[in-house]
């Protein structure tokens, strides 16, 4: 569900793409601008991986799922290129006081609150093959950071779905604990109560360290001792799970 939700997010903002409608008045120029944009759109990608409706697409799952996004506009020969960058790269834990400046989370700013600069990893964080290195500078005007701010002073991005991550979680844990109940009472088909008190313990079997190794299979029928009852814990799970999933839902709501 979390997943549908974040590909319906991020296809929303793309319905439209940023398209080429030039203001010239001679209709040959207007054609021939939206051939030179629509030619440089299909190389836009410096890593040759999709075109510039591709980089918007990326741009606005990133949004959804990570809060903000990072483009790096690269000057080539054949004109500029667009490199996405993931917002891990842009170093979170690079903060301190600069000479006329300070850096907060990865982007540097300069006496006038101005961003002037951002800090990027050479390797991600959790890459297996990562190598130590500082952060290298790259300078601002070479950067787009997209990202919806929620407050004054806001620097990074917040996820659209942080509201939903920890009942998302409590809907999984949930619907775990119902799938194993449910395993768990199949494995019961009837209980047979002794009359003559001649039956053993209800579940026989090697318990090693409290766990029953052996003793309950799919369709048993256990007997019980004369004065012996099962009573099973049975809580009101559909409640729990329709607040749960409600829960869930209110927080992937449009915002």
């Known amino acids: ?12 903002p793309c319905r439209r793409r940023i398209e080429t409608n030039g203001p010239h008045t001679d209709p040959a120029q207007r054609s021939e601008l939206d051939q030179i944009f629509e030619f440089w759109s299909s190389d836009a ?33 054949s004109g500029p290129k667009i490199r996405l960058i993931p917002p891990e790269l842009i170093d979170e834990s690079y903060t301190r006081e600069l000479d006329g400046g300070y850096v907060v989370s990865g982007i540097e700013f300069n006496q006038n609150a101005d961003r002037v600069a951002y800090w990027i990893r050479h390797d991600r964080p959790f890459s297996q093959f990562s190598g130590y290195g500082p952060p290298r500078r790259v300078d601002a005007n070479e950067i787009l950071h997209i990202m ?54 209800v579940y026989d079997g090697n318990a090693i360290g409290g766990i029953l190794e052996s003793g309950l299979e799919p369709g048993t029928l256990k007997r019980l001792p004369t004065g012996m009852d ?17 829960s869930v839902c209110a927080s992937l709501l449009p915002r």
């Open 1 to 12: 569900m979390v997943v549908q939700r974040c590909q319906q997010l991020d296809g929303g």
């Open 45 to 77: 990608d410096a890593d040759k991986r999709s075109n510039f409706g591709g980089i918007q697409t990326d741009v606005a799952r990133g949004l959804v799922v990570d809060g903000e996004a990072f483009a790096h506009v690269i000057s080539t020969d």
């Open 148 to 201: 919806r701010p929620l407050a004054a002073g806001q620097v990074r991005g917040i996820s659209w779905l942080a509201p939903a991550i920890m009942a998302a979680s409590d809907l999984d844990q949930l619907t775990d604990a119902l799938r194993v109940g449910v395993k768990v009472s199949a494995m019961h088909a009837g209980f047979l109560v002794d009359q003559n008190g001649l039956g053993g313990e």
């Open 230 to 246: 099962v009573k099973f814990n049975t809580p009101p799970h559909r409640w729990r799970l329709i607040r749960s999933l409600n």
